[in-house]
């Protein structure tokens, strides 16, 4: 006869070597209570980067308070809002090869003299030899900046700061010295119907650069092996080098492309303007920059954003038209830019450490 003690029999709200369980339920027809899970929140606030937004939002915000401010002064018409795009055109198109730059690490000041040296040799060459030859020295002329921009900072070791600043000087005095400081008129009506002042029917040329820029730099950085490169060249040069990626062609392709991108700046500014001249795009780096940084580029490169640096120049242009139609004289634009500069630079992306 066994000495066992006999099992216990299984209450309704046990189970068979599970231990006691629950015994709640919903009740029929209803649904079960809402389960919250703050660590996916949290998470999702993490990797929610508000700095990558802040264009947009300013964007946004800058446009409703001048609606409002200045909407008797004409603010609100299509013809100054399509002025608006076609003034900011050279900036935008500039913005778009920067952020190829300034994402692998690296940055042009160079840009805006390159700009103005373009328009001088587009508008010689096409008084002197036509159409054709004047496209071709323009855009010649960019690319022999920037790839000399390029041999020296990725062949040499200089850094593209000091590079940069040093090609801005000799641009500039170069398209001085070539025009005695006087301009070049462009007295081709093609030349300036396509570069500048032209229309596909109710479209202007500019804000058409400015798309076709827009979309080739967007498909470029987020779609081809390059971009990914450019920007894994940025964010940590080393292991990219290490993983195979020829970095210094990477950048010598960045900073060429970059020259010939502001040639077409200048091109543009040549064919808005009829004529070619030393002054178009001087300062205009500046601008550049911070539309690219406050479109949410990190200023230490490994990011970029091509729809967020056309956004940042449309924005300092929509501040540009705005302080105009308020009366503000040269000068006091010049400070508003550069505090834009700073709140750019203040809102810039850092790397974890730094």
Same mark, same amino acid.
């Given at each position: 006869m066994s000495s066992r003690a006999p099992e216990p029999e299984k209450g309704a709200g046990e189970s068979l070597g599970a231990g006691p369980v629950t015994t709640e339920q919903p009740v029929a027809g209803t =649904?079960?209570?809402?389960?919250?899970?703050?660590?996916?929140? @949290?998470?999702?606030?993490?990797?929610?980067?508000?700095?990558?937004?802040?264009?947009?939002?300013?964007?946004?915000?800058?446009?409703? #308070? /001048?609606?409002?401010?200045?909407?008797?002064?004409?603010?609100?018409?299509?013809?100054?809002?399509?002025?608006?795009?076609?003034?900011?055109?050279?900036? @935008?198109?500039?913005?778009?090869?920067?952020? /190829?730059?300034?994402?692998?690490?690296?940055?042009? $000041?160079? #840009?805006?003299?390159?700009?103005? $040296?373009?328009?001088?040799?587009?508008?010689?060459?096409?008084?002197?030899?036509? $159409?054709?030859?004047?496209?071709?020295?323009? $855009?010649?002329?960019?690319?022999?900046?920037?790839?000399?921009?390029?041999?020296?900072?990725?062949?040499?070791?200089?850094?593209?700061?000091?590079?940069?600043?040093?090609?801005?000087?000799?641009?500039?005095?170069?398209? =001085?010295?070539?025009?005695?400081?006087?301009?070049?008129?462009?007295?081709?009506?093609?030349?300036?119907?396509? /570069?500048?002042?032209? =229309?596909?029917?109710?479209?202007?040329?500019?804000?058409i650069w400015t798309l076709v820029a827009l979309g080739i730099g967007h498909l470029v950085l987020r779609k081809t092996p390059y971009g990914r490169q450019v920007l894994a060249t940025g964010g940590n040069e080393a292991a990219a080098r290490f993983s195979g990626v020829k970095t210094r062609n990477i950048k010598l392709i960045a900073l060429t492309v970059s020259g010939m991108v502001a040639a077409l700046a200048g091109m543009l500014y040549a064919g808005r303007l009829h004529s070619g001249r030393f002054q178009w795009g001087q300062g205009d780096e500046l601008s550049v920059i911070a539309a690219v940084i406050l479109g949410g580029t990190s200023l230490f490169g490994g990011s970029g954003s091509i729809v967020g640096a056309v956004v940042g120049s449309l924005m300092i242009g929509l501040i540009n038209n705005g302080l105009i139609l308020m009366g503000l004289d040269f000068s006091q634009q010049l400070i508003i830019r550069g505090a834009i500069i700073i709140l750019a630079v203040a809102l810039a992306r850092r790397r974890p450490g730094s």
């Open positions: =649904q079960a209570p809402l389960q919250l899970h703050p660590g996916r929140f @949290s998470a999702w606030r993490n990797r929610f980067d508000w700095r990558q937004y802040v264009v947009y939002f300013g964007f946004v915000i800058i446009f409703i #308070v /001048f609606s409002i401010t200045l909407g008797g002064s004409g603010f609100l018409t299509s013809n100054n809002l399509l002025n608006i795009v076609s003034q900011t055109a050279t900036i @935008s198109v500039m913005a778009v090869a920067m952020t /190829f730059v300034i994402s692998g690490g690296e940055i042009d $000041l160079s #840009v805006g003299s390159v700009a103005g $040296l373009a328009s001088v040799t587009a508008a010689m060459a096409v008084r002197d030899y036509g $159409l054709f030859a004047g496209i071709l020295a323009g $855009l010649a002329t960019g690319a022999l900046v920037g790839a000399f921009n390029g041999t020296l900072v990725t062949r040499i070791g200089i850094p593209s700061f000091l590079v940069t600043l040093g090609t801005l000087g000799i641009a500039n005095g170069f398209a =001085q010295w070539i025009t005695n400081t006087a301009p070049v008129p462009i007295l081709n009506d093609t030349y300036n119907g396509i /570069f500048g002042s032209g =229309q596909l029917g109710p479209i202007p040329a500019l804000l």
